[in-house]
C-alpha cells in the first residue's frame, strides 16, 4: 500500500529556510490524489500548509501563503515543502498526508511526521 | 476562512460508554466536506470519517459520523480502550482547509 516517509533537517536557524521532502512508496505520485503538508505545533492542534497536484498546481494557506512553496518531483516520486524566513512559532511536527482520490482534503494517508526546530 | 468549534474539550468516560463529539462550524460547510481524525500520542492522525459520514477503510462500525451545514457529530457507539485518543473535525470545503481544536478522549 502507499507509505509516505518525511525528510530533512530537524534544526534550523531563525530567518532560514526550512526544507523537507515526503517521499511516496507503493504509488505513484501521479495518480489522482492531492498531496498535502500539514504542522502540529508543540501540544497544539492541526494546520493545513498547502498541497500540490502532480501537474504542478498547488493550493497555500494564505496564512503561510508568503513564505511557502511546495513542489512536485515526479521522476523521484516525492513533493518537497520549503518554508523561508522562519521563527521559532514555526517549530512543529510537519505531515506529508495525501488527499482522498478526487478530493483536496480528507487526508487518508500519512507519513509518521518529522519534528522541526527552530532555534539558533 | 471557516473557524471549526469542537466541545467538549475533554470527555471523561469509561469502556462501553457512548461517546459523543460535536464540531460546529462558523459558516456552512455542506455535508460533503467534513472529515473528522483520531490522534494517539507520538503517532500522526488517522481519517476515521470523511463526507461527514462515510467510513474510511478499516474503520469499524463502533465510528459514526452525521450532520450537515454547521453542525457535525462524531458518535463512538461503545467505548473500546483502544479509543481513548483526541479527535479532530476537518473541513475541506473552502481553502484554506481548518481542523477543529480536537476533543480528548479519556478515561474515566
Known amino acids: 500500500q502507499v507509505q509516505l516517509q518525511e525528510s530533512g533537517p530537524g534544526l534550523v536557524k531563525p530567518s532560514g529556510t526550512l526544507s523537507l521532502t515526503c517521499a511516496v512508496s507503493g504509488g505513484s505520485i501521479s495518480s489522482s490524489n492531492w498531496w498535502s503538508w500539514v504542522r502540529q505545533s508543540p501540544g497544539k492542534g492541526l494546520e493545513w500548509i498547502g498541497e500540490?497536484?502532480?501537474?504542478?498546481?498547488?493550493n497555500y494557506n494564505p496564512s503561510l501563503k508568503s513564505r511557502v512553496i511546495i513542489s512536485v518531483d515526479k521522476s523521484k516520486n516525492q513533493f518537497s515543502l520549503k518554508v523561508s524566513s522562519v521563527t521559532a512559532a514555526d517549530t512543529a511536527v510537519y505531515y506529508c498526508?495525501?488527499?482522498?482520490?478526487?478530493?483536496?482534503?480528507?487526508?487518508?494517508?500519512w507519513g509518521q511526521g518529522t519534528m522541526v526546530t527552530v532555534s539558533s | 476562512e471557516i473557524v471549526l468549534t469542537q466541545s467538549p474539550g475533554t470527555l471523561s468516560l469509561s469502556p462501553g460508554e457512548r461517546a459523543t463529539l460535536s464540531c460546529r462550524a462558523s459558516?456552512?460547510?455542506?455535508?460533503?466536506?467534513l472529515a473528522w481524525y483520531q490522534q494517539k500520542p507520538g503517532q500522526a492522525p488517522r481519517l476515521l470519517i470523511y463526507g461527514a459520514s462515510s467510513r474510511a477503510t478499516g474503520i469499524p462500525d463502533r465510528f459514526s459520523g452525521s450532520g450537515s451545514g454547521t453542525d457535525f457529530t462524531l458518535t463512538i457507539s461503545r467505548l473500546e480502550p483502544e479509543d481513548f485518543a483526541v479527535y479532530y473535525c476537518q473541513q475541506y470545503r473552502s481553502s484554506p482547509q481548518t481542523f477543529g481544536g480536537g476533543t480528548k478522549v479519556e478515561i474515566k
Open positions: 498526508a495525501r488527499g482522498l482520490l478526487g478530493l483536496t482534503g480528507a487526508f487518508d494517508i
Open positions: 500540490i497536484y502532480h501537474s504542478g498546481s498547488t
Open positions: 459558516q456552512s460547510v455542506s455535508s460533503s466536506y
